[in-house]
């Protein structure tokens, strides 16, 4: 081939690579641009005051097209399908309990995104932030407000693989306590010390401000976790549990299980434990959760699934009765206000 053969050759292929690549970039725009436009069809959104910890109101971040994608918006707990209040305020993950709010956000920088945990008031008002070593994944509050949690992907960004690595903090706001990382705790299986370097701790949900639930992972397997923040302890109750979710009473944990025979790719059915008797009862809900669920109250489960903007909210009663159904669409992270009894 001659010379000048080759550069034309070159050239055209130089020329076809830039098409492509300017192709994508325009169409991604384009898709970025898209969200930002309300979709008809969609709910309703406009801009409002909104409170945490409001009685009959739940919050939840918007996932619907338009200028208020992302933020933080509440609608009457008796009308969620109804016309939604958006603050302004963006979040990733998001939980709130007793007027208090935790918020995992991305900082759009010029080389790169970073992620920052901020905690916020009843008015939705900033009071502390903090960088996040990697993408976050579960956020939760403790009741009373006092105590929050939150958990971030340091490597890999699904569970449902093997191959990832969390990080989970606790964050006592009375004190300023930071507990970085939940993997200095002492971890007891079968009532003996177990240490190992391939930890994992993720997924914590509150009985009080001194005592929570979490998964931790280790030689392949996760155990249910209950948690002593004074004494820097975590003991094993129960084998393949993720993603713990305590109920109102306190006395069961929703959480997703990993089932014989599901793909790899969506391995978990949604179940409830109860911890006097350690009885396991599936859900009718029969599809993957890859979520932490939330109990909306004593006896209804809250979770989402993938939709058409991303995200739905389903229902499910706790027992094992009844069907799914679904809460509101184009929603995710929601925190109710429930009633809680003993």
């Known amino acids: 081939m001659r010379r000048a053969h080759r550069i034309v050759v070159l050239l055209v292929a130089v020329l076809v690579l830039g098409g492509v690549a300017l192709g994508a970039t325009l169409h991604a725009a384009d898709r970025a641009a898209e969200k930002d436009r309300v979709q008809a069809g969609g709910p309703e959104v ?8 409001t009685p009959g109101r739940a919050v939840f971040r918007n996932m619907a097209w338009g200028p208020h994608r992302d933020e933080l918006t509440s609608v009457p707990e008796a009308d969620p399908s109804g016309p939604r209040t958006a603050s302004g305020v963006r979040c990733l993950r998001f939980h709130s309990d007793a007027g208090t709010g935790i918020c995992l956000q991305a900082v759009h920088g010029a080389l790169r995104d970073g992620y920052r945990a901020v905690v916020l008031d009843a008015h939705l008002r900033e009071l502390r932030r903090y960088a996040l070593a990697g993408i976050p994944s579960r956020a939760r509050v403790a009741p009373g407000g006092r105590v929050v949690a939150w958990t971030v992907f340091v490597s890999g960004d699904s569970y449902a693989g093997g191959s ?12 300023g306590r930071l507990d970085r990382s939940l993997e200095t705790y002492r971890f007891f299986l079968d009532g003996k010390e ?9 997924g914590v949900t509150f009985a009080d401000d ?6 931790v992972a280790t030689g392949g397997r996760t155990h249910l976790v209950r948690g002593d923040r004074a004494a820097g302890t975590l003991r094993a109750l129960h084998t393949n549990v993720e993603c713990p979710s ?12 990993r089932v014989a025979g599901a793909s790899s790719d969506a391995p978990w059915r949604l179940y409830v434990l109860d911890l ?4 396991e009862t599936a859900t009718a809900e029969r599809r993957s959760i890859d979520d932490q669920a939330v109990w909306r109250d004593g006896h209804t489960l809250v979770y989402s699934l993938p939709g058409d903007y991303g995200s739905d909210l389903w229902t499910v009663p706790a027992d094992g009765s ?4 679904t809460l509101m ?3 995710l992270a929601p925190a109710f206000t429930p009633v809680r009894r003993g």
Do not use: M
Request: net charge positive; glycine share 6%.
């Open 246 to 257: 305590l109920s109102p009473d306190g006395t069961r944990v929703a959480y997703k299980k």
């Open 164 to 175: 990832f690595s969390t990080r989970t903090s606790i964050l006592d706001l009375r004190s």
């Open 276 to 279: 006097r008797t350690l009885r």
């Open 329 to 331: 669409e184009a929603a």
């Open 210 to 215: 001194d005592h929570f639930y979490a998964t």
């Open 322 to 325: 009844g069907r799914p159904r």
């Open 194 to 202: 177990h240490r190992a370097a391939d930890l994992n701790v993720w």
């Open 46 to 53: 406009r801009s409002g005051d909104v409170v945490l910890g």
